[in-house]
């Protein structure tokens, strides 16, 4: 086994005082870590972390590394999201080399757009270091590819909720009728409104739905459901928070790529969930 914290040789970036590196951890399992993010956690005097970055992560850290969360979830206090913005400030101000560090990538669905931008307009340098985010890198540790020849030419990324926590303004009939796969972020909350506005929009009762929770993660749930029943069958599981919910024909493909059971010895499902009756590479 080799050291699992360690950089392969390279001309690794170093990190100068006085910069902010906004960076994705992925979304859960540390083995989805990029590079660029391992070697930030080596250098980093200050890491400011979200409730979705793993422990596990934040263990491979400088030692001499302050750890602070800035995290909105999980029952603990929450940092308001202009504090953060200012605390990056104050300590890049300060000399120290500060990692940003948020769950999946920064850029979707996670601030980092709006915290870079604070940051620029303060002057203050920074890197972008993208992560997996969890509606591709999560429904893939699920079995689920978000495009597919046979499926979807578009997948759309969508939040279930905005600034104020409610579902957002989100225009769900174009959603509905623009996109065959449908990946929906912060959406347990409000499944059952969300599921109604696209069934109100033309989206079928039955149309497959998939919802992940702690997705990559040793905890992993997936519950295969549809959009009439998911919200019911979400409850009755007790399947929630932070899951991704897949909407569309690219949920069935789990039946044949479920990867972490065939890997136990299960047989697959169904190798040809969308009936296609013929070799999938054909043609
Ligand atoms: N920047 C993150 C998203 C942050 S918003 C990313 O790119 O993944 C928080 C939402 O992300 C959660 O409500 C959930 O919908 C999703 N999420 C993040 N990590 C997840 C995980 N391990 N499993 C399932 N969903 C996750």
Known sequence: MTDSTSLPPGDWPAMQPGWVWLCGAGPGDPGLLTLHALNALAQADVIVHDALVDDRILGWANPAAELVYAGKRGGKPS??????????????????????????????????????????????????????????????YAGIPVTHRDVNQAVTFVTGHDRQGRVSGVDWTSVAKSSGVIVIYMGMKHLADIAADLMAAGRGADEPVAIVAQATLPDQQVLETTLATCAADAEASGIGAPAVICVGRAALLRQALDWQSLAMGTPPRNADPLGLGRPVEDG
């Open 79 to 140: 940092a308001r999201q202009k504090d953060i913005s200012l605390q990056l400030i104050d300590l890049a101000r300060a000399g120290k080399k500060v990692l940003r560090l948020k769950g999946g990538d920064p850029f979707v669905f996670g601030r980092g757009g709006e915290e870079g931008q604070t940051l620029v307009q303060h002057g203050v340098p920074i890197r972008i270091i993208p992560g997996i985010s969890a509606g591709i890198g999560g429904l893939a």
